[in-house]
């Protein structure tokens, strides 16, 4: 990476490497033999990210009517499972245009508009017990037991439904002991629940949210113990999202300034978390790399150039001496960075995207 971030036209500049994400998917692939696996698009669903996972999963789960098109246009043979609350009719129908494979059922009056004939999972809010998750999917999200038994209801009384099995995306941010005890809480509720309703050969769609540790990069979710240890029947899928992308995105910028204002060093960067917002919504510092220069360090806090305290990359971490024109990949951004960032406040430029493939390096305009 590090050759290439050096060498970009302009900064700053995502930079995404396409063969080693396609390393990382093959290897997740390969350690869910019996699993079905998609890949969460809100993630990123970038086209190009898009095209090199997809020789290697079953799917992709969308969560609205813009992802859904944007899905189906960038891949026209792909599974689709559509999720989210607060599908509209419009983008109900969409689903039935658009050959979606699933629809994951947030209420009954999403039922109800439902046309053709489809396949469905019903989306369970479960009082599971989830500790240690970095969120977790209560609230608004799928439906009680007393919603569920109506949805089945209702279902049992039309031809064009067919209920395929329960989906349960409950928490993220778990570790592999904790997603596996997490799914097995689901299956015992889901599958006397599915096999009282009739339902043969049930699927269980048990979410993503598999742990990224943005504290420590090398921390990565165990797939290979989580996928000996998921049973292959009945029929599992997955979800994931974060895990996937995260670690093959990086977000290249340089220094403007540098100072230091009543005992605190401020590294100005070019840009700012209107392009990089997960540091602000996760809360942590984002981890990097200094591409330029090496020295003792001293703690230095890393903002951009916005004018909000809260643009704040990562507080009092250690840097060498930095200068402007010095250069900074912040790591990790592949996943719920660019795409979850409000892009127009203050009108700045907006960053280039580089991807490196197998050939070098090839950018596309700015968007
Ligand atoms: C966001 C989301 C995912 C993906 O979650 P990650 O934490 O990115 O793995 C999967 N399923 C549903 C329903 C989601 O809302």
Redesign the pocket.
Known sequence: MNEYALNLAGYPAYLYDLPELEAHIRAVRAALPDTELFY?A??NPDAEILRTLAPHVDGI?V?SGGELAHVRETLPDIRIAF??PGKTPDELHLAQTLNVDRIHMESPRELSHIAGPASVLLRANLPLNTPNAALT?SGPFGMDEDALNECARRIAETTHIDLRGVHA?LA?GLDAPAMLDLAGQIADWALPWLEAQGVDDPELNI????AVDYADPDALFDWADYGQKLPASPTIRI?????ITAYHGWYVTDVLDVKTTRGETYVILRGGTHHLRTPVTKGHNQPFKVLTTTGPESPATLVGQLCTPKDVFARNVPVPPLAPGDIIAFTMAG??AWNISHHDFLMHPKPDFHYLTGEGCHTSART
């Open positions: 969460a809100k993630a789960e969560s999720g989210g999917m995306h993220s979410g993503g949210g598999m979800e994931p999202g974060r895990a996943a719920y």
